[in-house]
């Protein structure tokens, strides 16, 4: 009877610890944007930028300040936090919808090859992030752009108990203001603004399961193009812009495009504010419960910021290029991650760190096992976050398509400070020292030459290895063509991005009677 009565209470004892334990797990916020720069945020260095929320992340957390993105365009960056797997593993190497083979011609832009072919959908076989938290029993919820596939491959095909947005296109259909087109969001009051609907609906759904274990994926659509804002926060920026000082010349033609090499836009700006804003509604839900404690926060971008091609909206210097492109413009990404209790506040972290190290990172976090089933590419970087190291390795990309930002077939090795890019178009390779050439100016391949062979030597092994798929020789490439569409962008439509850039900086600009839709007369 002695051992009968011992026995009850301490049973009862281990359940309620166990119920403790499970109800002690951390939460998951993870805020992605779609096509933020290195440089559009504030704590990253911009004067003209203002994104006090967001800074508050950095500051609370850790900053990786060489953190990559898979990809230097949308989708495969997307598969890769997903899946922990670099593009070539996952199949998508290419935003989806982007042509590949003989339609490329079409674009009518006379390039010499045919990129390769691509998956159009996030694979059905893959253990995403969502459904491996799910699995052991946490609440999941998806807000805003998908872009991983058409209906049977959406957000709830892949792990997520709730969708609020999420669906095939990569922009948003009708604008960022209601009345906009998408089957997983209805509409709010006409002049709703997409992007605080979106931090609103995610800081609906942690008031809904504060109280238990929940992933929050916050994909914003912003500031993907088109740009538009309000005229408040147009004319807040747009007086900023003069008060600084307005540029008498904003672009510079390099390789195949004019790129932007000033942050003065007063409509991009904006979009910052309104989604700093809209993170703040969230960040504010999670203060409200003290959830703040206990809740993970990562936040990212899945390419550079545009600063050619789509809306030529900002710069990333000292960065060279940008979103579509193989520069460090193109694939550099704020990276941070607030773990209360292991990483310290406002530390920062110079190891190069990569979109496929979120999904161990976090499994880890969150004591998941990684699947063994899902064969991960990246490494937890928990020890990072702890003020520890990770062993040395190569990061790797593979773009074997044409950016509408002028960005060329490649593939990339980068071990420490050396990078190196492979094209595939004439076979020629780009060797930089980061940390003596940020905006990679200087090509070290004949001084380096031996350095350059082994990596390149180590690049075409993990090629072989992923079996990635390669573009092909197009054999009705008109170089003279070409050369005469460059020299038109370089002269023509470079003159007329000055006037437009500049335009939206006048006194009584006005794109249309209601600005996009944020208005009602």
């Known amino acids: 009877m002695k051992f009968d009565t011992f026995f009850l209470p301490a049973a009862f004892l281990l359940?309620?610890?166990f119920f403790c334990v499970e109800a002690k797990r951390p939460n998951v916020l993870f805020i992605l944007v779609d096509d933020m720069g290195a440089r559009d945020l504030s704590n990253e260095g911009s004067a003209f930028y203002e994104s006090p929320h967001i800074d508050?992340?950095?500051?609370?957390?850790?900053?990786f300040t060489r953190g990559y993105a898979t990809c230097q365009v949308c989708s495969?960056?997307?598969?890769?936090?997903?899946?922990?797997?670099y593009p070539?593993?996952?199949g998508i190497t290419t935003w989806i919808g982007d042509a590949s083979g003989e339609a490329w011609r079409k674009r009518g832009r006379h390039d010499s090859l045919l990129p390769a072919e691509?998956?159009?959908?996030?694979?059905?076989?893959?253990i995403t992030l969502a459904e491996a938290m799910k699995n052991a029993g946490y609440t999941t919820f998806f807000a805003g752009k998908w872009h991983l596939g058409s209906k049977g491959s959406w957000p709830t095909d892949h792990g997520f108990d709730l969708n609020k947005g999420g669906w095939d296109v990569g922009s948003p259909r009708g604008g960022f203001f209601s009345p906009w087109q998408n089957p997983n969001l209805s509409s709010g009051p006409i002049g709703e603004s997409l992007t605080r609907r979106l931090g609103q609906e995610t800081a609906d759904f942690i008031e809904a399961n504060k109280n238990q274990p929940f992933l929050a994926y916050l994909s914003f659509y912003t500031v993907h193009g088109p740009i538009q804002t309000t005229e408040?926060?147009?004319k807040k920026y747009r007086d900023k812009a003069e008060k600084i000082g307005l540029a008498k010349e904003r672009f510079l033609f390099d390789r195949r495009l004019n790129v932007r090499q000033v942050q003065d836009c007063p409509i991009y700006a904006g979009m910052i504010e309104q989604l700093d804003h809209s993170i703040g509604i969230v960040l504010d839900k999670l203060d409200e419960h003290g959830l703040n404690k206990n809740t993970i926060i990562c936040f990212t971008s899945d390419n550079g910021g545009v600063s050619s091609g789509d809306a030529y909206a900002t710069s990333n210097l000292p960065l060279r290029g940008g979103k579509g492109r193989q520069w460090e413009g193109g694939i550099?990404?704020?990276?941070?991650?607030?773990?209360?209790?292991i990483a310290k506040a406002g530390s920062k972290c110079a190891t190069p760190v990569n979109g496929i190290d979120w999904y161990p990172t976090l499994l880890e976090l969150c004591g998941i096992e990684v699947p063994k089933k899902q064969k991960v590419d990246g490494v937890s970087l928990v020890p990072l976050l702890k003020g520890e190291d990770i062993q040395k390795?190569?990061?790797y990309w593979h773009y074997p398509h044409y950016g509408n930002q002028g960005g060329e077939p490649s593939s990339i090795i980068m071990e420490g400070k050396w990078k190196l890019i492979h094209y595939h178009e004439d076979g020629r390779d780009e060797l930089y020292d980061l940390n003596k050439d940020i905006g990679e100016k200087n090509d070290l391949i004949e001084s380096e030459a031996k350095r350059a062979q082994n990596m390149r030597r180590r690049l075409e092994h993990w090629l072989q290895k992923t079996k990635a798929t390669l573009p092909t020789p197009d054999p009705e490439f008109e170089p003279e063509k070409r050369m005469q569409r460059w020299e038109n962008i370089r002269s023509t439509k470079k003159e007329g991005l000055e006037k437009q850039h500049a335009k939206f900086l006048e006194p009584e600009y006005k794109p249309n009677k209601d600005w996009w839709g944020s208005s009602k007369d």
Do not use: C, Q, V
């Not at 691509?118 to 893959?126: I, Q, V």
């Open 332 to 341: 550099r990404e704020p990276f941070y991650i607030k773990a209360p209790g």
């Open 232 to 234: 408040a926060l147009w």
């Open 393 to 395: 390795r190569p990061l």
């Open 76 to 85: 495969p960056s997307r598969a890769s936090i997903l899946t922990g797997k």
């Open 15 to 17: 359940m309620l610890g």
């Open 118 to 126: 691509y998956e159009r959908n996030l694979r059905d076989s893959e």
């Open 56 to 63: 508050r992340i950095a500051h609370e957390g850790m900053k």
């Open 88 to 90: 070539p593993n996952h």
